[in-house]
């Protein structure tokens, strides 16, 4: 299969004419003399043919053609070096073929970003991630992924054939009669090989692909649909005339009094000059204090405090942003919230990520802003 596919498609590295040089490598590959056996089969012809236990085809057709001579050797190693070259293969491809995809939105937009050195580095990452996972799940027994690997190539054969079936109907170029014939019967073939291949194989592996593959048809189709729906929500075509917000409620959330809460103030008060502050009361001793403290070094804005009797910030703020909803269901409400950032960035693990709660609680609210507004430490 390899040895075909590989004729196929490096049709132009041959000597010209080179469409007929290729038929010929093909007509010489399909009526091979030797009588190389895969390994399921040597023990059976008991090794008559010098065929040594353990040894693969291409070492068996090397041996019977020159022999134990450096020019068997030469080729062993010659061919360990393309199956080095054939492992990259796919690092080159499979991310071009990602970005193909991504880029008629079937799968994530990630796969089509090139990373610095111009490659698809995402797609890079995934393919080597998804190796490792089949090697550990096949304890690094390669043999054990013929069946996924047969099963895969005899399904893209027969999807290939057939689309170039469907393309010769629609665009009906000369020949196109005798050229569908032959990818017809292309297709027919390959399909049939799958089909066995699926159901001599199902449980030594081909099973997997057999649920893979409509698995992934379904997640493509999938994110496609979300991409066309978040297209057509986005357009700017046909977009009814909106209002003009009725108004704008500025609130700072605030925990406690410190240098960090000050801009957040200050810059709420640039966008409205009756923005309030919010403090969530989970203890009445210590909203006693920070009243004293909002007093002192706070002036001109109001304090709005709500009760939390279970201790929670987001569930009482909520409440909150209904009632003002009830009151102006057309005003925007910006909540600013003051965040100081510490130096080391695994500082951040001794603090409480208490704005990052929030902005997660609110992200889905209509009509809701949240603003941050960071203090860096030293």
Do not use: C
Request: proline fraction near 6%; charged fraction near 20%.
């Amino acid at each position: 299969m390899t040895g075909i596919e590989a004729v196929s498609d490096g049709v132009p590295a041959f000597r010209a004419p080179e469409a007929q040089t290729a038929r010929r490598v093909l007509l010489a590959l399909g009526r091979h003399p030797h009588r190389a056996l895969p390994r399921n089969l040597r023990a059976r012809a008991r090794l008559r043919r010098g065929a040594r236990r353990g040894e693969t085809v291409n070492s068996q057709l090397a041996r019977i053609v020159f022999g134990e001579t450096p020019l068997y050797y030469i080729i062993q190693g010659v061919t360990m070096l393309i199956l080095v070259l054939a492992a990259n293969t796919s690092f080159a491809d499979f991310p071009r073929l990602a970005s193909f995809l991504a880029r008629d939105r079937f799968i994530p937009r990630q796969f089509a970003n090139r990373g610095d050195r111009l490659a698809f580095s995402n797609g890079i990452i995934i393919l080597a991630l998804l190796s490792i996972g089949l090697l550990v799940v096949f304890q690094g027994n390669t043999h054990a992924l013929i069946p996924l690997y047969a099963l895969g190539v005899f399904v893209s054969f027969t999807l290939s054939q057939a689309s170039m079936v469907r393309y010769w109907f629609r665009h009906r170029r000369p020949r196109w009669p005798i050229r569908a014939l032959l990818n017809g019967a292309g297709a027919l073939a390959t399909g049939v090989v799958a089909v066995i291949i699926g159901m001599t194989k199902f449980t030594h592996g081909a099973w997997i692909v057999v649920v893979l593959i409509p698995s992934m048809i379904a997640l493509f189709v999938t994110i496609r649909r979300h991409y066309d729906d978040v297209a057509v929500q986005l357009s700017v075509d046909r977009v009814p005339g909106r209002s003009a917000p009725a108004g704008h409620s500025v609130l700072v959330l605030v925990g406690d009094v410190h240098r960090g809460m000050l801009p957040a103030i200050e810059y709420a008060q640039s966008l409205s000059p009756a923005a309030r502050g919010i403090y969530v009361e989970v203890d009445p001793e210590q909203t006693r204090r920070f009243e004293e403290r909002w007093a002192k070094y706070v002036e001109g804005m109001p304090l709005v405090v709500l009760r939390s009797p279970y201790r929670s910030v987001t569930g009482p703020l909520q409440e909150y942003l209904d009632l003002l909803h009830r009151q102006a269901p057309n005003e925007m409400v910006t909540i600013v919230l003051p965040e100081f950032v510490p130096a080391r960035w695994w500082q951040h693990l001794l603090h409480n990520q208490t704005a990052l709660l929030i902005k997660g609680a609110l992200l889905f609210r209509k009509g809701v802003v949240v603003t941050n507004v960071p203090y860096h430490l030293r």
